[in-house]
């Protein structure tokens, strides 16, 4: 079995920062791809940025310039820097993880975590 457990999450004013983390664990054989998608209040999940096993990321345009993935692979761990926040960044942020456990790769997903921009 395996989980994935994001924190980070909160309330935060227009221009600040905040710094998600996404914890793999369970039985794992190996990671590749892991990722963060955030889901808007009446809108559709969609991908914010990625990062593949060997560091490969990708940005959607909203992403790019203001946040920054990154992965630790030692601690099955994937992060997500998001600086100059606006409040169109408000929505749940989602934990990816394509994990390669008893059986073929499958991808994982975490609970979520609140992610607010307000004054």
């Known amino acids: 079995q395996v989980q994935v457990v994001e924190s980070g999450g909160g309330l935060v004013q227009p221009g600040g920062s905040l710094r998600l983390s996404c914890v793999v664990s369970?039985?794992?054989?190996?990671?590749?791809?892991m990722g963060w998608h955030r889901q808007a209040p009446g809108k559709e999940r969609e991908v914010v940025a990625a990062?593949?096993?060997?560091?490969?990321?990708f940005y959607a345009d909203s992403a790019k310039g203001r946040f920054t993935i990154s992965r630790d692979n030692a601690k099955n761990t994937v992060y997500l820097q998001m600086n100059n926040l606006q409040p169109e960044d408000t929505a749940v942020y989602y934990c990816?993880?394509?994990?390669?456990?008893?059986?073929?790769?499958?991808?994982?997903w975490g609970q979520g975590t609140q992610v607010t921009v307000s004054s």
């Open positions: 990062i593949g096993g060997g560091g490969t990321t």
């Open positions: 990816n993880a394509e994990v390669l456990s008893r059986g073929p790769p499958y991808h994982y």
């Open positions: 369970g039985s794992i054989f190996s990671i590749s791809a």
